[in-house]
């Protein structure tokens, strides 16, 4: 009898040549579903902003601040830590990694809850902000939980999936609001509305990764320990980026007026939002960089170069789009009482160029494990924006802020820069930085074109800006590759 034939092994996607193709396809569907899902909610946001007025949406927008600097702590860098070790385990080891994190989360997301909410009795705000970081405290647990349990859906590629679950908890808190608004409900209701939400999330995740990974997780002190000694490192490469840029929106409303604090807050949803994007595409892609760190030289220099140059042309559009549009989007977001945000949100156009590609940078470093590096120069940005916050709010309102915001992203992508300094293969190529400065200038020249209000002047200034990369060939081949039909023979980079 002939010996039974062992079935071929099925290769990991990470390690095959289609793995580059998925996460761009994957990327521009996360992106995708992110656009669809912030349009949704612009509906809660418009409500919003006019049923709080500047001064209560301030105070909303601190509160989600404080929650949002919380995640970014207690996370410890376990997101990316745990992508990155899922990635490169296997078996036992990988099921014991995944049940340490989720009783680790669950610990010190719990405990940074309690204290953001002493901490902002201490400051004296008032005690519907003091319940409101508690709500949105405790939402961010499920949050953080699911987030988690989705790891195998990042590592495995699985990103339409990731960008079903996503839409969805974006459409639902919309829908939260706009029940809540119509309603007219207070502060207090809508930071509860986020809970119920989160924890639909998270149960529809469980159900797509059952099997995958156990759902029990690990109190145990000891085992923290070893975990923690990682992810404390990376939580210092990775999480004060996220506080610094909060950090901004809270020492407003310390040190400016109501009405500075909710300027600076509508500009700064806008900001936020669009700077999701980046983050969007590089953790997407993040899998392939950690494998290709740990395997592939070669393999990672063309996918860093790719990522980096993809995420500069979309930070051009992206900072093309505010600096010429500020007005109208403003008047969407906000309406009339916020017409000064405007001048605040052209300056922070100019920050999202910075924060687009800080994102490859820095995720390629963690892939490095270069953790004392990205520690730094996060430190530093961190150290920027609290010195020159409230020197600059007081001087200049809210756009002071705004500018303050600018000096930490350029702080930030010098130390990236610095980091990057014995790896030139991985640092970015002047010609195609200035490829997109160069189209981004031929976008903006739109203001000058008499007759255009602002809507038309965006319209055209985004369709130079598109023509004029294309003719310089600033976009990546990793991307014209993925076009449909002629698309794909667009010229790119070299």
Not at 65 to 86: C, H, K, P, W
Not at 249 to 255: A, D, M, R, Y
Not at 473 to 479: K, N, Y
């Amino acid at each position: 009898m002939p010996d039974a034939v062992e079935p071929a092994e099925v290769p990991d996607v990470l390690d095959t040549a289609a793995a580059g193709g998925i996460v761009v396809r994957g990327g521009a569907i996360r992106v995708g579903g992110f656009v669809a899902g912030t349009i949704v909610s612009l509906a809660g946001v418009v409500l919003l902003t006019r049923h709080l007025g500047t001064g209560d949406y301030g105070r909303y927008q601190t509160v989600v601040s404080f929650v949002a600097i919380v995640q970014a702590l207690t996370d410890a860098g376990m997101a990316a830590l745990g992508v990155r070790e899922y990635t490169q385990r296997s078996g036992p080891e990988r099921d014991r990694l995944m049940r340490v994190i989720l009783g680790l989360r669950i610990a010190l997301t719990g405990s940074g809850v309690l204290l953001a909410g002493v901490l902002v009795a201490l400051l004296d705000y008032p005690t519907e902000m003091i319940v409101g970081v508690v709500l949105m405290g405790i939402a961010l647990v499920f949050g953080l939980l699911q987030a988690t349990v989705q790891i195998p859906l990042a590592a495995e590629l699985r990103l339409g999936r990731i960008t079903a679950l996503d839409f969805t908890r974006q459409a639902l808190s919309a829908a939260a609001i706009v029940v809540l608004v119509l309603g007219g409900a207070g502060l207090v209701p809508l930071f509860a509305s986020t809970i119920p939400v989160q924890v639909l999330i998270l149960v529809w995740t469980v159900v797509l990764v059952r099997g995958r990974i156990p759902l029990r997780p690990t109190f145990s002190a000891v085992a923290w320990r070893e975990l923690l000694r990682p992810a404390i490192a990376v939580a210092l490469a990775t999480t004060v980026g996220i506080v610094y840029l909060y950090t901004a929106q809270i020492i407003t409303s310390l040190v400016g007026t109501a009405e500075e604090t909710g300027l600076f807050a509508a500009s700064f949803r806008v900001f936020i939002l669009a700077a999701a994007v980046p983050g969007i595409l590089v953790t997407s892609a993040f899998p392939v960089l950690a494998r290709a760190a740990r395997d592939d030289p070669r393999r990672l220099a063309g996918a860093v170069r790719g990522l980096f140059e993809g995420t500069l042309l979309l930070g051009g559009a992206a900072a093309v789009a505010c600096i010429l549009g500020a007005g109208p989007i403003i008047a969407v977001i906000g309406g009339s009482d916020y017409a000064d945000a405007a001048a605040v949100l052209r300056i922070q156009g100019g920050v999202l160029m910075l924060t687009f590609v800080m994102s490859t940078l820095g995720f390629t470093l963690l892939a490095l494990h270069r953790h004392r590096a990205l520690g730094g120069a996060n430190l530093a940005a961190l150290l920027v924006v609290c010195v020159a916050t409230p020197l600059l709010v007081r001087t200049a309102g809210a756009e002071g802020a705004a500018w303050a915001t600018l000096l930490g992203e350029l702080c930030l992508g010098a130390g990236y820069l610095i980091a990057l300094g014995d790896r030139p293969e991985l640092q970015p190529r002047p010609v195609a930085i200035l490829r997109v400065l160069v189209a981004g200038g031929a976008g903006c020249a739109a203001v000058l074109i008499p007759g255009l209000g602002e809507e038309l002047q965006t319209v055209v200034g985004l369709l130079v800006f598109a023509a004029v990369a294309v003719l310089v060939r600033a976009v990546p081949p990793g991307v014209t590759a993925q076009l449909p039909g002629p698309l794909s023979r667009l010229p790119s980079s070299a």
